[in-house]
């Protein structure tokens, strides 16, 4: 790589031209507590990055996800589908972990890519994850609206699924947004509070639920493979029925593979550490640590839950909405019920709060990088958070989670997950070879075959996901594409133009 002040080397130019790795590094260099620098504060350590992770992990999937697809494709094996999701998270997880270290910055895998594969497809992955944790906070939102409607038995008009206008999904996102904007020490606190309820409450779940353990519900573990009678057809079909002409089923080996692809969205969370490594203390030591340390609780956690779930009841008769609470009812125990629906609203409410936080980073990293106005990605003076941003995509997420259903939102949150860790584990695989003596605190093993497996991986999840949801995730990247052309291309800090004006001036392009 040959660095320059001004221009382009390396054949690299237009909508391909690449930021220089060391200027990246160094772009996060730690400005002090004053926001006029445009930088953030660091103030994360490995603790807190754990607990942003498990904060947004740990949520929909095991109060939702483990019994619904315990009953609707895989039975009891429901396990093995997390066990297989997990996997497939935990080989991404160990790509984020070498850049996230490597390159400790607010964007995460848009920088990354636009340290490696360019501009253009920097930009795709960027517009990619806004759309992720704007829809991940809006259907998570809805989630919390029915689960608090639920529990306190307030009015379906305002709350929950059947409300015109949910009411309770807005408050829910105004409050947790106006928290990420104030900052993120106060982000941290009421995360990790979150967490530590959810999390006591999930590991009660385990332990009481093992005193109505009965091995006879576990039989037999891989239910055989039958017709699905709940399938569907046409666009709403996953991709590779679609193509193949398979006829779905439920159960066997096919539907433990199809219940993985669906759990994944109980995973799809964890790169939201990645996110916060311009805020962290020692990035270096503390992301790996973050990153692994998240998936490998989450993981413990949401086994247990299932094998208990599918071992206190039949899985035929778990409940599709709330299975675990139901459970504990179907049981005799009431009051445990009562608990778990405390913990669900703890574990959304995280969810949410996350989703926001990294919302404003990713935003602050396409403004800093003038692909958007940088106006709006300006950082606060006092709460050293991108507070405009922060602003406008909570009105965003709060209009989203008033109208829009969760079935309509939920598997678009998937894609654009696993669309992100496909461009990770390429830009593991290209930074190896474009920059072999570059400083990594953390290595990916057996590079370039782990982040090969970890892409093919994820590309077969994807196929297992509707082509209603491909459609609507090309029509969402076309939008992005117009933006791109008409203002990011050449507002870039790496355009002809402001090259020529200085604005370049430690700036290197491959």
Not at 18 to 40: F, W, Y
Not at 133 to 138: D, V, Y
Request: glycine share 10%; with cysteine; proline share 5%.
């Amino acid at each position: 790589m040959t660095e320059t002040k001004q221009g382009t080397a390396g054949g690299r130019t237009g909508v391909l031209r690449t930021k220089d790795v060391n200027t990246v590094i160094h772009q996060n260099d730690e400005p002090g507590e004053g926001g006029d620098s445009g930088h953030l504060a660091k103030r994360l350590k490995a603790r807190d990055l754990m607990g942003f992770g498990i904060g947004i992990v740990i949520g929909t999937g095991i109060f939702v996800l483990t019994g619904l697809e315990a009953r609707s494709h895989a039975g009891p094996a429901i396990t093995i589908s997390f066990v297989i999701a997990g996997i497939v998270a935990m080989l991404a997880a160990l790509c984020y972990a070498e850049l996230a270290a490597a390159v400790p910055t607010a964007g995460s895998s848009y920088t990354y890519a636009y340290t490696t594969i360019g501009e253009v497809f920097a930009w795709i992955i960027g517009w990619d994850l806004i759309l992720e944790f704007a829809l991940g906070s809006a259907t998570v939102a809805r989630g919390w609206s029915g689960y608090l409607q639920s529990a306190l038995d307030l009015p379906k008009s305002l709350f929950g699924e059947d409300a015109p206008i949910n009411v309770g999904a807005i408050l829910i996102v105004v409050v947790l947004g106006t928290v990420a904007a104030v900052g993120i020490r106060e982000s941290k606190w009421v995360t990790n509070g979150l967490v530590l309820i959810k999390v006591s409450i999930t590991v009660f779940v385990i332990i009481a639920g093992l005193f109505y353990f009965k091995a006879s519900n576990l039989s037999p573990f891989f239910p055989a493979s039958k017709p699905d009678p709940e399938a569907k057809g046409g666009v709403a079909q996953p991709l590779w029925q679609f193509v193949t002409g398979a006829s779905p089923t439920a159960y066997g080996v096919a539907g433990v593979l199809t219940a993985a692809a669906v759990v994944f969205f109980a995973y799809s969370g964890f790169e939201a550490v990645a996110n916060l490594g311009e805020e962290t203390e020692n990035p270096g030591k503390d992301m790996p640590r973050g990153l692994i340390g998240t998936l490998a609780i989450c993981t413990i956690l949401y086994i247990l839950v299932c094998l208990v779930l599918t071992a206190m009841v039949d899985y035929r008769t778990i409940d599709k909405s709330a299975p675990i609470s139901e459970a504990f009812k179907q049981v005799g125990l009431d009051w445990a019920a009562t608990l778990v629906s405390v913990a669900a609203v703890a574990g959304l409410t995280s969810v949410i709060l996350v989703d926001i936080v990294c919302m404003g980073r990713i935003g602050f990293a396409l403004c800093r990088d003038g692909l958007l106005p940088a106006g709006i990605g300006k950082v606060h003076p006092r709460y050293n958070t991108p507070f405009r941003i922060t602003v406008g995509t909570t009105i965003v997420v709060a209009v989203i989670a008033a109208v829009v259903p969760i079935d309509a939102l939920a598997e678009m949150v998937s894609i654009g997950t696993l669309f992100a860790f496909v461009v990770v584990a390429i830009a593991v695989a290209v930074l190896r070879r474009t920059e072999p003596k570059m400083e990594r605190p953390f290595k990916t093993p057996q590079v370039p075959l782990l982040p090969i497996i970890t892409a093919v991986a994820c590309v077969g999840l994807m196929a297992n996901l509707a082509v209603e949801t491909w459609l609507r995730f090309l029509v969402w990247l076309l939008v992005g594409m117009v933006i791109y052309f008409g203002y990011g291309r050449t507002h870039s800090r790496l355009s002809p133009k402001n090259a020529a004006a200085g604005d370049l001036e430690d700036e290197a392009v491959v």
